[in-house]
């Protein structure tokens, strides 16, 4: 499993991003998002997007990320515009990748000293500062190499039917009543 771990959230200020950083998450293959802090509100949206659009993907909030770090057992790549250029670091992370559990580490603000040196890679997606979720997204690409695009989704009550224009959403379990044809926008 892929487990990505959202640091240093500050109620009020990073609700979107974390938001943000949990739906990119679940989206491109990753199994679960970890919030350090007091993030209830973006922990809702995620599990409404899950409930509603699909799973399996899990939410979950601790206060401290310290324990996490210290009793990971696995494999730990840490998010950082400082670290080594993942188009040299990919190949090794998707070895290691084969045989262990992958927690990838964003952070908010600056991050701890004692992460850099917890974490198997410190890894860049270039060295220009950035975003946490433009940095998820590049890497969970180059992790599961574009496969993640096309997944299954179990227990989804909405489902995207691709439009050239416009939206349509249907329930798989009840397409001819809930189908909804909306225009775009
Ligand atoms: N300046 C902060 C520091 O010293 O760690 C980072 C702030 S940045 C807005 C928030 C997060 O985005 C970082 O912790 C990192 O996970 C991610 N990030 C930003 N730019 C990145 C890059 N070029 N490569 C990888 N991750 C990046």
């Known amino acids: 499993p892929v ?7 500050r109620p009020g200020r990073d609700e979107r991003m974390s938001t943000h950083v949990g739906l990119t998450a679940r989206a491109l293959g ?19 997007i899950t409930e509603r659009f699909g799973g399996p993907f899990d939410v979950e909030i601790r206060d401290s990320y310290r324990p996490l770090l210290r009793e ?24 290691a990748h084969r045989s262990a559990p992958l927690l990838v580490v964003v952070g908010a603000e600056k991050v ?16 220009q500062p950035h975003s946490e979720v433009a940095s998820l997204a590049v890497f969970l690409d180059r992790l599961f190499e574009g496969r993640e695009l096309d997944r299954e989704w179990e227990d989804a009550e909405r489902t995207v039917v691709p439009q050239e224009r416009g939206k349509r959403v249907v329930n798989p379990d009840d397409s001819s009543t809930a189908e909804r044809t909306e225009r775009s926008e």
């Open 3 to 9: 487990w990505v771990l959202r640091l240093g959230h």
């Open 30 to 48: 990753a199994d679960r998002v970890i919030f350090a802090g007091s993030a209830d509100g973006p922990k809702e949206t995620v599990s409404d």
């Open 72 to 95: 990971w057992d696995g494999q730990m790549v840490h998010l950082t515009m400082y670290g080594l250029p993942i188009e040299d670091c990919a190949p090794d992370i998707r070895t």
């Open 112 to 127: 701890a000293g004692e992460v850099y040196d917890a974490a198997d890679w410190n890894v860049g997606v270039t060295n």
